[in-house]
């Protein structure tokens, strides 16, 4: 079977940043939700069989969105070379930012929150695990397997960046940050101190 060209690849990248472009026009003018594949291809001007080549729905797509604009997000404010402490402080920061963002321009239904969440929260663990991946040698006491350390760490962090954009009278960023961070330092540092339980 022939692979795809290199002219193949980049013009179907080009057509699904045109979608999401034209995805983000349509939903700022009429909402999310009453967005439909038809206005999308419209304003790509692509049939909608071209959109269906791209993605499976619009839920899809808003999900492809989420996951780019986040890694976005994330990449302009994290550190991974960075010490710990610092990584830590500048992701939760993103993430905080990324969710009062998100949610500040956008009503969403309860089914499209889930799916955006359940987005960003995948992403999360991703870069965090790929994180500890890389830093593995520094940790000489990590007991725990390196995907559930990161499932632990994503949780922590995303369940109080929903937390703190839910909450009608708030902390402010900066506090909730620092306060999260301290969290889970101290988490770090009191399994570091433990002995195994035989």
Partial sequence: MATPSKGMDRRAQRTRQ??????????????????????IAERANVSRGTFYAHYADKYALIDAIV??????????????????????HLLIQAVLEYFKRMYQFHHLSADMAVLIERAIHEELYGLIFTWLKQHKNKRARQRAPLDTLAQVISWAIFGAAVQWNQETTTI???????????????????????????
Wanted: hydrophobic share 40%; glycine share 2%; proline share 3%.
């Fill in 172 to 198: 402010s960023r900066e506090q909730m940050v620092h306060d999260v961070l301290l969290a889970l330092m101290d988490v770090m540092h009191l399994a570091s101190d433990e002995t195994p339980e035989e």
């Fill in 18 to 39: 045109m979608l999401r472009q034209a995805f983000r026009e349509v939903a700022r003018e009429k909402g999310v939700m009453m967005t439909s594949i038809q206005d």
């Fill in 67 to 88: 996951r780019e604009e986040f890694q976005r997000q994330v990449s302009s404010h994290f550190l991974p070379s960075a010490e710990t402490r610092k990584t830590f």
